[in-house]
């Protein structure tokens, strides 16, 4: 049973193929994986958010341009890994799913032990944020990586994306430290090299809109001109 640290993997298939959809996910189940289906590919990120799957599966009947957009809207959201299944088609389209953000691109038809295969590889090398990062606490501040959680001083919880905890925990583990933008984006998103510093301030925005007061007038995840961020507990 492919298990990673004890736990039994969850996949997120989201797929608006009303033939192989339950079949993908039938023979996932057989392999004791907990597979969450999504038919409604406009739904994927929210249902992302809400499972916090290892591994999203894509095997969508869209136009390229909204299957491509689709994937840079996964993306922006997580580093989990994703593996796209679609007819084949030109190198190009294939150059461009990698370059939006797919680890993986299987050409259908695929055979099912094959798919079986690639899912398994992948499951391995998913790490969730809950199975690779400890909690850390500063200045009465408490983050719970396997709730994806952040307590406040006052006790209040406020969950966090993968993302978003990721940061945080980079900028906490190293409080009133300045890291660079540079830093933050090779820990947060590990060897997404490509990531720009807008993908870094949208995660920053959406932090700072949960935990502070004035989002605004930033009072712990602090903005360093020119240099990156730094938290600040104090």
Do not use: C
Request: proline letters at 8%; aromatic letters at 8%.
């Amino acid at each position: 049973m492919p298990e990673q640290l004890g736990r039994i993997p969850k996949v997120l298939l989201v797929t608006n193929q009303q033939t192989t959809g339950p079949l993908w996910a039938f023979s996932l189940q057989q392999q004791k994986i907990n597979v969450v289906l999504e038919p409604v590919p406009a739904n994927a990120v929210r249902r992302w958010s809400e499972e916090s799957p290892d591994l999203i599966i894509m095997d969508v009947n869209l136009d390229e341009g909204t299957t491509l957009d689709l994937i840079r809207n996964l993306r922006d959201e997580t580093v989990m890994p994703i593996v796209l299944l679609f007819p084949a088609r030109t190198e190009e389209f294939v150059l461009n799913a990698y370059q939006a953000g797919v680890d993986d691109v299987l050409p259908k038809p695929v055979s099912p032990s094959l798919f079986r295969a690639k899912v398994k590889v992948w499951l391995r090398h998913s790490k969730t944020p809950a199975d690779s990062l400890s909690p850390v606490g500063a200045g009465g501040f408490q983050l719970i990586p396997s709730e994806r959680m952040l307590i406040t001083r006052n006790g209040k919880p406020h969950p966090l994306t993968s993302l978003e905890l990721r940061l945080l925990y980079y900028l906490m583990s190293e409080a009133d430290q300045v890291l660079s933008a540079e830093d933050l984006i090779q820990r947060v998103w590990g060897y997404r090299g490509e990531v720009d510093h807008t993908m870094l301030k949208n995660v920053v925005y959406r932090l700072r809109r949960k935990i502070e007061a004035d989002p605004a007038h930033p009072r712990y995840v602090q903005t360093v001109t020119g240099v990156g961020y730094k938290f600040v507990p104090d």
